[in-house]
């Protein structure tokens, strides 16, 4: 990636976000000499946000994904949010989603999103597909199954992933910090759970970091026309 992103294919344009859902069960200590953060922090220099899902080892843990917790700008950790099925931002912090530690900001999540009960494609073979409750066929007469309601921090960061693409189409010479303080700095404070903490210029939770994302007040803080 880090070598193709300017050029990925013919026709192709830039890739300037990427979506990682894996990392250790229970989370872990950030290394800032790990393979991985050097890949990352590389891939911000070039421009390129990575998003890290914060992990399914919730309520009472206290550990979220290692390479989520990097303070690089441009590098975000998604918490996940549940509507509990009003379609409001008045819900909760997914039980299931990844708490950091209380008293170290460093290992909150950056954003929320959301997580629970989500319908997305998913491949029958896919082990994380069987947790599903609610198979569905794809539109082509071979997609049996292909579509199922699944939960967990992997759906949350997805959301944040299409944003930040929209957030690029509004701003496409925006750094990755730029991108990174649309989203915090207008994300929508719901109050359910820890409470928030002043943390630098932001505000943040142990359990759901700056709050759940909105894309169209970031894309307007990005410069779009408010409508």
């Known amino acids: ?127 994380i597909c069987s947790t599903g409750l609610d198979p569905r066929n794809g539109p082509g007469p071979l997609d049996v199954g292909t579509f199922n309601t699944i939960s967990g921090t992997s759906m ?3 959301h944040v992933v299409g944003i930040v693409t929209q957030l690029f189409q509004v701003a496409p010479n925006a750094t990755p910090a730029q991108v990174e303080d649309a989203l915090k700095a207008t994300a929508d404070k719901f109050t359910d759970s820890a409470a928030y903490q002043t943390v630098g210029p932001y505000t943040t939770a142990v359990d759901k970091g700056s709050g759940l994302v909105d894309a169209y007040a970031s894309a307007v803080r990005l410069g779009a026309t408010p409508g």
């Open 156 to 158: 949350a960061t997805p």
């Open 1 to 127: 990636m880090l070598e193709h992103h300017l050029n990925p294919c013919a026709g192709c344009p830039p890739i300037k976000v990427s979506n990682n859902s894996y990392g250790p069960t229970g989370g872990g200590a950030f290394d800032p000499n790990s393979a991985t953060t050097k890949l990352q922090r590389a891939l911000a220099a070039e421009g390129v946000v990575t998003v890290w899902a914060a992990g399914n080892d919730g309520p009472d843990n206290s550990a979220t994904n290692p390479p989520g917790q990097d303070p690089t700008p441009g590098i975000l950790m998604v918490a996940s949010y549940d509507d509990l099925g009003t379609g409001t931002r008045d819900g909760s912090v997914s039980t299931f989603s990844s708490r950091g530690a209380a008293g170290r900001p460093e290992t909150y999540p950056d954003v929320s999103a959301p997580g629970s009960n989500i319908t997305s494609a998913c491949r029958p073979y896919l082990l």
